[in-house]
């Protein structure tokens, strides 16, 4: 399985903007579909955003979707979560997560992701 770090995370203002990163080292990162969840303090952990393994194919959750764009570079072993007009409910922390399937609903699933980051902090202010 491969280890996952994000960065990219920070303080911005509503209707600002952030792009995360997910760099994968240590396995085969292209056979990987990989997934973008956040966990608010006091909140279960969401789904955000997937991306198939070849970066052909993406599903949002309803709540981003128009907003926030997942995409992938194979060949720098990254997944990328561009965020705009971001809200202060969009605050949490971020996490990627990698997993050998992707299927519907969500593309990926907390339950099948067998790699994890650290995740990375996104705050926004009203």
């Known amino acids: 399985q491969v280890q996952l770090l994000e960065s990219g995370g920070g303080l911005v203002q509503a209707g600002g903007s952030l792009t995360l990163s997910c760099a994968a080292s240590g396995g085969t990162f292209s056979t990987y579909a990989m997934g973008w969840f956040r966990q608010a303090p006091g909140r279960e952990r969401e789904f955000v955003a997937a991306i198939n393994s070849q970066g052909s194919n993406a599903v949002y959750a309803t709540s981003v979707e128009g907003r926030f764009t997942v995409s992938r570079d194979n060949a720098k072993n990254s997944v990328y979560l561009r965020m705009n007009s971001l809200k202060p409910e969009d605050t949490a922390v971020y996490y990627c997560?990698?997993?050998?399937?992707?299927?519907?609903?969500?593309?990926?699933?907390?339950?099948?992701?067998?790699?994890w980051g650290q995740g990375t902090q996104v705050t926004v202010s009203s």
């Open positions: 997560a990698g997993s050998p399937y992707y299927r519907p609903p969500t593309g990926v699933d907390a339950q099948s992701s067998n790699s």
